[in-house]
């Protein structure tokens, strides 16, 4: 049987306020195969956003274990887990997040900088996949002179720059109008057809039928 | 993270705010140059006296009246003045052979009248065997002669600034000046030195002890004939001198002692200046790490982003520290620039420059500025959640 890409074994989270204990993850265990297009549905509050931050390892969950490709990171440092963002999870965020006054190109090229790929390799790489998201001529283009679309698409690129194992996308069309937002969606219907995994985190559950599994939540579990 | 790529991205980072980069460099750059540009003037003044005092003649030794040197009330030299004309005479018998010459010196400030014109004058009496120890030169005229000084002879050299305001364009010598009330012929001019020695009128001691009433000198000049002798020389003029004199009643000293003694008081003034200055550069200092700080809050976004895409927080931190140590050297750079533009522009008044010390300390602090006042923003960069990073949206 294949190994998942990405795995938790009934991940725990839980938050303290003051005195009160808020568990937003209750027990969950999720497995995503290489080349599947997984969305991760909730409502505010159902704790899609924790369970995203975990597959992300950008947090570590109070129980429970997270996986990728088979070895538990859950007890990683740091400096291992930023090494396995920046090679094995590519983010996508609603809001973009590129570095302001910085062109297109350069911020592709950002998470190569964190990497070990070679300085040589780094503007051919970013190129070749600003060509890819059709900003082939906006190579040069500070992120300030680009639509909305047009920075998402260099987010994606960026995504995609280390070649991960996952896009993690939060959201990526809710800063977009709906026709923008639709482009979006095919390219990451085409990513995924060329055989990126992709999972797509939203409230929306109409966007989310786009995919071809969907994990629902509701307060701090699995509904579906 | 290579650091090469770490420093390209504070580069960035501080390009995108040009103009509050330069504000926050505004500190440093004020800092260095305040330190920097003081420490020359000083070392400027230092090197005008040190070239006037060697202009006077080398290997000098002055006897001084009272326990004078540097620490002392300088009131004294003048209320207990005991050094008169049987000193110079206890010298020459007792020490002469080891001397070039001895010359007692008489300073007073007087007006000094020609005619409708007058002109306030150090006048300087002396003995004709003064040109052995200090260099007169004798722009037209005369020096007066030994017998002058032995009949106390109404004669007087003035200086080149004396010429100009007195007598303008017209021959001094042979002319009458007037000091108090009583007439002296102009016998010589001097030549220009600048500075003081241009204002002097000089004349015999014995002239200014019987005609201006002075007794007492206010030194004696002397010089020993083999310079490597010259602390056993001081050492028996004093004896010579203690046969007549109390031990506080005089004081020999040396060119170099006294040279190092102005050097002395030019370095603590230098400190002391460069210290000052550094308080500025502290300032600087705070100056960074505020804008740091809110620079790190400003960019909590790409603090978050960065981490995601695989920054450590140690590539966090060491980004936000070179951006201040950027900061603070690059002005520390540009303050010691405009340090050595001021010493350029002051060379025609004077001879200024920058010490090597100063240079290293100044850039050492700007460095230490820097990393002082650059690691706590950056350690608060560094510690930043990225969840917490990225919701703030």
Redesign the interface.
């Known amino acids: 049987m294949k190994t998942p890409v990405i795995q938790t074994k009934n991940v725990t989270k839980i938050y303290k306020l003051g005195d009160n204990e808020i568990g937003a993850l209750k027990g969950v265990t999720i497995d995503i195969y290489e080349g599947e297009f997984v969305a991760i549905v909730g409502k505010s509050g159902s704790g899609k956003s924790t369970l995203m931050?975990l597959i992300?390892l950008?947090?570590t969950p109070t129980g429970g274990e997270v996986l990728v490709k088979g070895k538990n990171v859950t007890q990683f440092k740091?400096?291992e887990l930023?090494?396995i963002?920046?090679?094995e999870i590519g983010?996508v965020?609603?809001?973009f997040?590129l570095?302001?006054?910085?062109s297109a190109l350069?911020n592709v090229m950002?998470?190569l900088?964190?990497?070990d790929v070679p300085?040589s390799e780094w503007k051919k790489r970013a190129t070749e996949l600003l060509e890819l998201v059709e900003l082939g001529d906006r190579l040069n283009n500070k992120s300030n002179e680009l639509s909305g679309g047009q920075r998402q698409r260099v987010a994606i690129a960026?995504a995609l720059v280390?070649t991960p194992s996952i896009i993690l996308a939060d959201e990526p069309t809710g800063n977009l109008d709906s026709k923008t937002g639709d482009e979006i969606i095919e390219l990451f219907k085409s990513l995924n057809k060329k055989g990126t995994t992709i999972i797509l985190v939203t409230h929306d559950s109409d966007l989310a039928k786009i995919a071809k599994r969907q994990i629902v939540l509701k307060d701090g579990l699995l509904v579906k | 993270?290579?650091f090469s790529?770490i420093l390209n991205?504070a580069l960035?980072a501080l390009g995108?705010n040009k103009t509050r980069t330069f504000l926050t460099m505004l500190g440093v750059i004020i800092g260095v140059f305040a330190v920097v540009s003081l420490v020359s003037l000083v070392k400027g003044i230092e090197n005008f006296i040190v070239d006037r005092f060697n202009s006077l003649g080398s290997n000098l030794l002055f006897i001084a009246p009272g326990r004078s040197g540097f620490n002392s009330d300088p009131a004294i030299a003048f209320t207990n003045n005991k050094l008169e004309e049987k000193h110079v005479d206890l010298i020459r018998e007792n020490v002469g052979s080891d001397l070039v010459a001895v010359a007692p010196s008489i300073r007073l400030g007087k007006k000094v009248i020609y005619k409708t014109k007058n002109y306030y004058s150090t006048v300087v009496g002396t003995n004709e065997d003064v040109r052995d120890l200090v260099s007169v030169e004798i722009d037209k005229g005369e020096y007066f002669t030994k017998e002058d000084v032995n009949v106390s002879a109404k004669v007087a050299i003035i200086g080149p600034s004396l010429v100009k305001e007195l007598f303008g364009d017209s021959n001094p010598l042979g002319q009458s000046i007037k000091i108090d009330n009583n007439s002296f012929i102009v016998v010589g001019t001097s030549v220009s030195k600048g500075g003081a020695q241009d204002d002097r009128v000089i004349m015999p001691y014995t002239t200014m002890q019987d005609v201006l009433k002075v007794k007492n000198f206010s030194n004696i000049v002397t010089k020993a004939k083999n310079p490597d002798d010259i602390d056993l020389v001081i050492k028996k003029i004093e004896l010579a001198l203690l046969k007549d004199l109390d031990k506080e009643d005089f004081t020999v000293l040396s060119q170099a002692s006294v040279l190092d003694s102005f050097k002395n008081i030019l370095n603590v003034l230098s400190i002391g200046l460069a210290a000052i200055a550094g308080i500025s550069l502290f300032v600087g200092g705070i100056g960074i790490m505020n804008i740091m700080l809110v620079s790190v809050n400003e960019r909590v976004?790409?603090i978050?982003?960065?981490?995601?895409?695989?920054?450590?927080?140690?590539?966090i931190g060491v980004q936000f520290l070179i951006e201040a140590i950027f900061i603070s050297v690059l002005g520390g750079l540009m303050g010691l620039g405009l340090g050595f533009l001021v010493t350029v522009l002051s060379k025609p008044w004077l001879n200024a420059e920058i010490p090597w010390w100063a240079i290293f300390l100044a850039m050492g602090f700007s460095i230490a500025v820097g990393l002082g006042f650059g690691t706590y923003p950056a350690l608060k960069a560094a510690k930043k959640d990225?969840?917490e990073a990225?919701r703030f949206?």
Request: charged content about 40%; aromatic content about 6%; cysteine-free.
């Open positions: 931050h992300g950008l947090d740091e400096k930023a090494r963002r920046n090679k983010f965020f609603q809001s997040n570095l302001r006054r910085t350069e950002l998470p900088k964190y990497s300085k960026r280390n | 993270m290579k790529s991205s960035k995108v976004q790409e978050g982003l960065r981490k995601a895409l695989g920054a450590t927080s140690k590539d990225p969840i990225l949206e």
